[in-house]
């Protein structure tokens, strides 16, 4: 089993959840974060003020998937979220040890 983090533009969020929908994966964990990597930020005007915004907002999503699903879920995501622009975000694949479903006490793939 995998769990693959994905850092997204806020605005590609609807998008990449109803791909990842029509490819069977049902669930997804969402987080509003903040950051930057190249993009390093923005200056803004408030007020007639200048100030420069270091961390930009960002969509965190994590999808647990069995290892079978992982590459179709990554596909998804870079098809979907990309904009071809900088800031489009990143992908991270890690192993998951162990799922638990609290309700049932399943485990493994089952658990997903």
């Known amino acids: 089993m995998k769990l693959v983090t994905a850092i997204i533009k806020p605005f590609k969020l609807d998008d990449v959840r109803e791909a990842l929908s029509d490819i069977g994966i049902n669930g997804i964990t969402m987080t509003e ?10 200056t803004e005007m408030y007020r007639g003020a200048e100030y420069v915004v270091d961390f930009l907002p960002k ?4 999808i647990a998937c069995s290892d079978n699903d992982v590459e179709q879920v990554i596909d998804v995501i870079i098809n979907t979220a990309n904009t071809g ?13 162990q799922v638990i479903r609290i309700r049932t006490g399943e485990t493994g793939e089952n658990a997903l």
Do not use: A
């Open 59 to 62: 969509i965190k999503l994590e």
């Open 85 to 97: 622009k900088i800031g489009d975000g990143k992908i991270f694949v890690t192993t998951l040890e």
């Open 33 to 42: 974060v903040k950051g930057f990597g190249r993009q390093k930020g923005h």
